[in-house]
Nanobody
Framework: QVQLVEFGGGLVQAGGSLRLSCAAS????????MAWYRQAPGEQRELVAK???????DYVAAVKGRFTISRDYAKNTLYLQMNSLKPEDTAVYYC??????????WGQGTQVTVSS
């Protein structure tokens, strides 16, 4: 079992920055991939960024060059640094972890609101 808790959401003006954190607990050594997803009102949840066990990262096109995903193994924490935020980034952001081959775990979500 893995538990994920997100921190760092809030209200920010367009062009500003936020850093999201995701604290993982439980069987953290078994995590082989972590990611951030987001879901805007009326929209489907989408993958924003992911980081593999080899630290390979990937981003959805809309956030490339603005967001950075990273993982601190010592602290069992996943981060999402969000810069140059746009109103379109407004969503609930969810931390995700994959354990073994196909066991999925989700955080509770944290709201990010970007005002014009």
């Amino acid at each position: 079992q893995v538990q994920l808790v997100e921190f760092g959401g809030g209200l920010v003006q367009a062009g500003g920055s936020l850093r999201l954190s995701c604290a993982a607990s439980g069987n953290t050594p078994s995590i082989n991939l972590m990611a951030w997803y987001r879901q805007a009102p009326g929209e489907q949840r989408e993958l924003v960024a992911k980081i593999s066990s080899t630290s390979t990262t990937d981003y959805v096109a809309a956030v490339k060059g603005r967001f950075t995903i990273s993982r601190d193994y010592a602290k069992n924490t996943l981060y999402l640094q969000m810069n140059s935020l746009k109103p379109e980034d407004t969503a609930v952001y969810y931390c995700y972890a994959r354990v073994y081959v196909a066991n999925n775990y989700w955080g509770q979500g944290t709201q990010v609101t970007v005002s014009s």
